[in-house]
């Protein structure tokens, strides 16, 4: 009941397309779902986050869809670039409750 | 804002030394602070919950005794990593609860290398 689980694993999307990583949860509990990018040799860092009172949040290229009946929800990076190649990380959190992270998903953008 | 800096960036030790990472929320108070193991292309594992004042919460498997935290005041969480051996070799990951709860702001990371 404590897994997110994360796919795919990895993404090769060429420049300009779409990348979409998808996050499932198990416990109705959490109410914080963020996204992490990460660098190699690098710390995490937040990307964008979004709570169950919304089904959707953008900021800028990256935007995230949430699916509160289906307990799914996903990352979506418009007109990728190279510089978006890292690893992306969803978690699922909440108070009272530790980041459970997804295993990670390593995207490679094409030029 | 919410800047997490860690102390070493990678250190180099024998085997059998200890180790001591400090993490430090730069800009923010942090009541409570996370620490992290990556190994390669994995996932993060979470250590250990560390709240300040407070002795710290320890994930099942984690050795408390190998893996000591302080977190002695509200921008300050240390991670020693005692008579450490080759299989602690690892990336050390610290985070903190940011000024909104519940978000996590992450350091850079501490690459350790036992030898």
């Known amino acids: 009941q ?3 689980k994360q ?3 990895s993404l090769i999307v060429q420049k300009g397309g779409i990348s979409i990583i998808n996050c499932a949860y198990e416990n109705t509990a959490f109410d914080y779902f963020p996204w992490y990018q990460q660098f190699p ?17 953008k900021e800028g290229r ?3 869809s949430f699916n509160k009946s289906a307990k799914q929800f996903s990352l979506h990076i418009m007109d990728s670039q190279p510089g978006d190649s890292a690893t992306y990380f969803c978690a699922a959190g909440g108070q009272g409750f530790s980041f459970i992270f997804g295993k990670g998903t390593r995207l490679l953008v094409k030029p | 804002g919410a800047v997490v800096s860690q102390h070493p960036s990678w250190v ?4 059998g030394t200890s180790v001591k990472i400090e993490c430090r929320s730069l800009d923010f108070q942090a009541t409570t602070m996370f620490w992290y193991r990556q190994f390669p292309k994995q996932s993060l594992m979470l250590m250990a919950t560390s709240n300040e004042g407070s002795k710290a919460t320890y994930e099942q498997g984690v050795e408390k005794d190998k893996f000591l935290i302080n977190h002695a005041s509200l921008t300050l969480s240390t991670l020693t990593v005692t008579s450490a051996h080759p299989e602690d070799s690892s990336f050390y990951i610290c ?3 940011g000024p909104r709860t519940d978000t ?5 990371g501490t690459r350790l290398t036992v030898l």
């Open chain 1, 62 to 64: 990256f935007t995230i």
């Open chain 2, 12 to 15: 180099i030790c024998k085997s």
């Open chain 2, 95 to 97: 985070s903190a609860e």
């Open chain 1, 7 to 9: 796919s795919p694993q």
């Open chain 2, 104 to 108: 996590q702001y992450f350091g850079p």
């Open chain 1, 41 to 57: 040799g690098k710390g995490p860092a937040l990307l964008i986050a979004i709570r169950p009172d919304v089904s959707e949040k």
């Open chain 1, 2 to 4: 404590q897994q997110v």
